[in-house]
């Protein structure tokens, strides 16, 4: 029997309010809800690299970090960088003349925007970069400061610029890389205004990524006298906020002859952070 009159009345209705409700009408992605950075000192060609990578290439494998700000990339450009990494990342580099060695950012979301420019005192460079994340920019600035125990001033100005291009960028951002100053010094007063990410979830651990205890790399490769220390920093600015900061990349591997390998002369700093919504204005 056939339906009556009036039931055949209202399926179009029906089809078109179906249509009108498909999932594929544009809401544009929601922004990711938290976001893991590394960041890591490749320590260039030294120290055995071919050993050393596939540590880092390793640990990168099973951790997928969203973020990754590499210092001490060897050159030609990114490409050590690169044979680290597994498929699915866009990488921006830059190479620093006072060493030969680079910088370099790696992101699994599209990269807006990317600058470099270069810091006062040696000329140094910072590189930026400026991550859509769906929708939602995330400014990224990666350094690698003068290492010399005694170029406090130098790293204060360096530091300072690379603060400003921070805020240039605009938005959220992250600013890190290898500070070479430790808890305590006095480059640390101009970060007043950011959120040092490991500080936020440990108030007494150490947090060495420097540790010449521990790695006899960074024993071989620092100053005279220099000591262990957290060189390496994540600095968040705006509505990030860290759930979890870990010092990682910091036990020995096995190399293939036998002896034992660590995967640079620095640990790696790994944060998780959620990345806070903002307040919606009342009509």
Do not use: C
Not at 39 to 44: E, G, H, Q, V
Not at 125 to 149: F, K, Q, T, W
Not at 152 to 159: F, G, Q, Y
């Amino acid at each position: 029997m056939p339906p009556p009159r009036s039931w055949l009345s209202i399926f179009p209705l029906v089809a078109a309010l179906v249509a009108f409700a498909s999932p594929a009408e544009a809401r544009p992605p929601r922004p990711p809800a938290r976001l893991t950075i590394l960041t890591i000192n490749l320590r260039s060609n030294q120290d055995r690299p071919a050993e050393r990578e596939p540590v880092i290439a390793r640990f990168l494998r099973k951790t997928r970090p969203d973020v990754v700000l590499f210092q001490e990339v060897a050159p030609p450009g990114a490409r050590q960088a690169e044979r680290v990494l597994p498929a699915g990342y866009t990488v921006v580099a830059r190479q620093n003349p006072d060493t030969g060695r680079g910088l370099a950012i790696a992101s699994r979301f599209p990269i807006a925007r990317s600058l470099d420019i270069v810091l006062p005192g040696r000329g140094r460079p910072a590189l930026g970069a400026v991550l859509d994340l769906r929708g939602r920019p995330l400014s990224i600035v990666n350094v690698h400061l003068s290492p010399e125990l005694g170029a406090v001033e130098t790293r204060k100005r360096e530091l300072a610029r690379a603060v400003e291009l921070l805020g240039e960028l605009g938005g959220d951002g992250v600013l890190g890389g290898d500070f070479n100053f430790g808890d305590g010094a006095p480059e640390q007063a101009v970060l007043r205004g950011l959120v040092d990410a490991f500080r936020a979830r440990h108030k007494r651990p150490k947090g060495y990524t420097w540790d010449i205890l521990r790695n006899p790399l960074a024993k071989r490769n620092g100053y005279a006298a220099e000591p262990s220390r957290r060189l390496d920093r994540l600095m968040l600015r705006g509505k990030l906020r860290t759930l979890r900061a870990d010092v990682v990349l910091n036990r020995p591997s096995r190399s293939k002859r036998g002896d034992v390998i660590f995967a640079s002369d620095h640990f790696g700093l790994f944060i998780r952070v959620q990345l806070v919504a903002p307040k919606r204005r009342r009509r």
